[in-house]
């Protein structure tokens, strides 16, 4: 049974890293770790009702908040990656 929940997170994961990547094709970085955050408050309450409905335990709802936490590791990951790109695209214009 943890083995399924293992690889839901691991995919719940890929699909809001997919989903930040088309958003930053379509808009810019920001955005992308915008609906990441996003992907992780959609995601985390899908995988909490998943385990509940599994599992039919009130603790199972933790699975979908330890979802959430990671991918909102994720999106402070990459909006601080975001900031760094930013600053060192002003940074070299300034310089030339």
Do not use: H
């Not at 979802?67 to 214009?93: D, P, Q």
């Amino acid at each position: 049974m943890s083995d399924f929940f293992l690889i839901l997170m691991v995919l719940f994961i890929i699909a809001a890293n997919v989903i930040g990547f088309t958003s930053y094709k379509r808009k810019n970085l920001y955005f992308a770790a915008f609906s990441i955050f996003l992907s992780a408050v959609l995601f985390g309450g899908v995988g909490g009702i998943l385990a509940i409905l599994i599992i039919r335990d009130p603790f199972a709802i933790f699975f979908g908040l330890q979802v959430g936490y990671y991918l909102m590791i994720n999106s402070a990951v990459v909006l601080m990656l975001a900031v760094l790109v930013t600053v060192m695209k002003r940074f070299n214009n300034r310089t030339t």
